[in-house]
């Protein structure tokens, strides 16, 4: 994971970064990744570190409202610029992800006490997620059963999905009611993602068809319909925004984005790929795979 970039630099040990100098940098940043012209390269103070003849430099990619920081070995010669990487054996990636991870108060399908979470970054007006719905529900938690428990955490794409937002406040004031009650409107919406963004009977709009279908479900699973309608009323966005910032703190861009017990898988993979991480975590976990699941036979994802 090192990767040499070689610039013409001039400065001492742990001082501040010549402007002429900080321009060559971020050229040679800029060409060596490609980055596009909308990328903002900022670099921090350079400062000792624990290598013999480099410094340490922090850089910041930054663009819209994301930010990456990434962190560099800088020679004292000022002609090599490394990328470093600072791994520590004595602590768990996975765990520290899952951490970051809220979970309070989300609906669960599958056992609420499994050692083994599948938490969804989710759209409710994605394509691609209603396909990774499908092979959640219809493949692996048939197959998997209480060894595994999974929670969807709302990631709507709000500049090409107009009505994914409210259809995400709408579930989360049913999950307020009814887990069951979720569940059920979260398959209706990725099963029928086109009949909600198509034209509507007697002028009804996504958003209203969305509110009508909430209710429902609502009634159906015993809900307080009083309550339920005031929550849908308000459409109240706090939760889906918090939702969306942990998922961006997280490095989650597109949807479906899957956290298996920390382990990251993006996109919408089939129900192989998904079943190689999922078994991956079980073992680690300790608990036995499925009779009809095939223990992964090395440590690398599998490819797409």
């Keep these: 994971m090192v990767c040499l970039l070689m610039c013409c630099l001039g400065w001492t040990q742990s001082k501040a970064i010549p402007p002429d100098v900080i321009a060559r940098i971020q050229h040679q940043l800029q060409a060596y990744y490609q980055l596009p012209p909308e990328v903002n390269i900022a670099l921090g103070t350079p400062a000792p570190s624990e ?120 579930a989360n004031c049913l999950a307020h009611e009814s887990g069951a009650a979720y569940w ?36 159906k699973n015993g809900a307080d319909l009083g309550r339920l309608q005031a929550c849908v009323k308000t459409q109240s966005d706090a939760a889906v925004k918090a939702s969306i910032a942990e998922g961006d703190k997280l490095g989650v861009s597109a949807t479906p984005t899957l956290f298996i017990n920390g382990e990251r898988l993006e996109g919408a993979l089939d129900a192989d790929e998904v079943k190689t991480a999922l078994n991956r975590q079980l073992l680690a976990a300790g608990v036995q795979l499925p009779g009809a699941a095939v223990a992964p036979q090395h440590q690398q994802p599998a490819s797409k």
């Design 51 to 170: 290598f013999a003849g480099y410094d340490l430099l922090p850089v910041t990619l930054s663009a819209r409202e994301k930010t990456k920081k990434i962190d560099f070995l800088v020679s004292h010669d000022g002609k090599t610029l490394i990328q470093f990487t600072k791994l520590d054996l004595t602590k768990d990636i996975y765990a520290e992800t899952m951490n970051k991870i809220s979970l309070a108060d989300r609906p669960v399908r599958g056992n609420p006490a499994a050692k083994v979470t599948i938490v969804n970054f989710d759209d409710f007006e994605c394509p691609f997620c209603a396909r990774m719905h499908s092979t959640l529900m219809g493949e692996i938690l048939p197959q998997y059963g209480d060894r595994v428990r999974i929670v969807y955490k709302d990631y709507p794409l709000l500049q090409i999905h107009p009505w994914a937002e409210h259809a995400a406040n709408d």
């Design 184 to 219: 059920k409107l979260a398959d209706y919406l990725h099963a029928n993602q086109r009949a909600i963004g198509g034209p509507q009977k007697g002028g009804q709009t996504p958003d209203s068809e969305l509110d009508r279908l909430t209710m429902d479900f609502g009634r």
